[in-house]
């Protein structure tokens, strides 16, 4: 069974950085394309940024340039590198497969951007 665990956010302010981890367990972590999600309370869970099996990137357009997705396969972990942020980045964080999204998901972490 698939496990998830993220960790790492907080509160920081504005322009300000952090950085989520996603330990992952009881799957071939190294075949699989991993995203980060984040959902905002009332809105659906959208994807923020993906990495395949080889390390291809991929990000939503409202976070290129500020956001880094990085994975070390060995220790079966996503990381979500976040520079800049914005309190619209203000949200629920979770990992999860980049395609077609376990139903198993993770208990998230909370990322708050306030002054």
């Known amino acids: 069974q698939v496990q998830l665990v993220e960790s790492g956010g907080g509160l920081v302010q504005p322009g300000g950085s952090l950085r989520l981890s996603c330990a992952a367990s009881?799957?071939?972590?190294?075949?699989?394309?991993m995203g980060w999600y984040r959902q905002i309370p009332g809105q659906q869970r959208e994807l923020v940024a993906s990495i395949t099996s080889t390390s291809g990137t991929n990000y939503r357009d409202s976070v290129k340039g500020r956001f880094t997705i990085s994975r070390d396969n060995a220790k079966k972990t996503v990381y979500l590198h976040m520079n800049s942020l914005k309190p619209e980045d203000t949200a629920v964080y979770y990992c999860?497969?980049?395609?077609?999204?376990?139903?198993?998901w993770g208990q998230g972490t909370q990322v708050t951007v306030s002054s």
């Open positions: 009881g799957l071939m972590f190294t075949i699989v394309d």
């Open positions: 999860n497969r980049a395609s077609i999204p376990w139903s198993s």
